[in-house]
């Protein structure tokens, strides 16, 4: 039985991300009206590390969290008395972090007397393209590739989602990450593979395309060790061409997937979400395949890829209409799993 959502008094929500190294706020009014977004990168703390370091993005939260939801609340325009909801991401995720912006969701809804919402990360990337393209038609498969998660997901209806695929080993973004790092590009690795493939040959490397017509799971630990070895044995290598190369096997199989499934499961639309969403092949792929099916593609704007809490807040929305309110002694889950139909 679907349950039923009460839109007729749209709730005004802050919502708060620490799952990684974001550390974000935002408000939200109803289920997709952003009033403010407000994200704090850490990017250039952990960069020289060539990843995240747990116990800094920690620390990093700590400090920052504060004046990011005083800032997401000024930029509202509206007053601390009239948020009705607290929602926090309670995980996946690296558990100090989950645990800064959980701890400090229960404690603004304590003195606020306002409901407490514990949010799923990943849902809350499902909920992304809702913020920005409100009359999507529903089912939709979404594509959702971070650094930490590749998933091919069916959403049936709000709350009702059933898993299709999933990577059975490295990330899309974890894979970018490890080639850029062995090659001594830098971190994150995405955009800066994204922008040399810019000026390279896609066609220079025949990479393989791993699993490409089998099911909807995705590895691409094989193609990770694929391009190593290659960077390995020659020295004259273009690193604009492997780049290319490297990230059209990615594309071609992210896109192969997820438009046999959107045509299998007989989806009106295909929707990208997640940080690797932001990769410009990607998008272009994407919206190529869906006007070839003759379905809808959403892409959301780059903001909207990134962790950010204005999709913690539209989840938390969502959960509250459908569940109410999370216990107070809810806590942060590192490997916090969405509840698919089909589990």
């Not at 997401?72 to 800064?100: F, H, Q, R, Y």
């Not at 080639?179 to 896609?202: H, K, S």
Request: hydrophobic share 45%; proline share 5%; net charge negative.
């Amino acid at each position: 039985m679907t349950a039923t959502i009460n839109t007729t008094n749209p709730s005004i929500l802050l919502g708060i991300e620490t799952s990684c190294d974001e550390t974000a706020a935002a408000v939200v009014a109803g289920p997709n009206k952003v009033l403010s977004s407000v994200i704090s990168s850490q990017v250039d703390i952990h960069a020289r590390y060539g990843g995240v370091v747990p116990e800094i993005a920690s620390r990093a939260h700590v400090e920052m969290l504060t004046p990011v939801v005083a800032q997401a609340v000024v930029e509202a325009g509206i007053k601390e008395s009239d948020i009705e909801a607290v929602a926090a991401t309670a995980g996946p995720g690296l558990i100090g972090a989950l645990l800064v912006g959980v701890s400090a969701a229960k404690s603004l809804a304590l003195v606020w007397d306002v409901p407490f919402v514990a949010v799923n990360h990943l849902e809350a990337h499902l909920y992304s393209s809702f913020l920005e393209e409100p009359e999507l038609e529903l089912p939709v498969v979404i594509l959702l590739v971070s650094g930490g998660h590749t998933l091919l997901v069916l959403m049936e209806a709000f709350g009702q989602y059933r898993l299709l695929g999933q990577t059975l080993d490295d990330a899309a973004g974890e894979a970018f990450d490890k080639v850029a790092r062995f090659m001594g590009l830098g971190y994150p690795g995405g955009p800066v593979i994204d922008r040399l493939a810019i000026t390279g040959n896609p066609e220079a490397v025949a990479f393989p395309r791993p699993m490409y017509d089998n099911g909807y799971n995705f590895s691409f630990s094989g193609l990770k060790t694929a391009v190593v070895n290659y960077v390995r044995k020659h020295a004259d290598l273009d690193v604009a061409d492997v780049a290319a190369s490297f990230q059209q096997a990615v594309t071609d199989v992210l896109i192969h997937k997820a438009r046999t499934a959107a045509q299998q499961y007989g989806a009106k639309g295909l929707c990208l979400s997640g940080g690797v969403a932001a990769n410009s092949l990607l998008r272009e792929r994407l919206l190529d395949a869906c006007t070839a099916d003759g379905i809808n593609g959403f892409l959301p704007s780059r903001s909207m890829c990134t962790d950010n809490a204005a999709m913690v807040a539209a989840a938390g929305w969502h959960r509250l209409a459908l569940e109410g309110p999370s216990p107070l002694d809810t806590g942060a889950d590192p490997n916090l799993a969405l509840p698919f139909l089909n589990n």
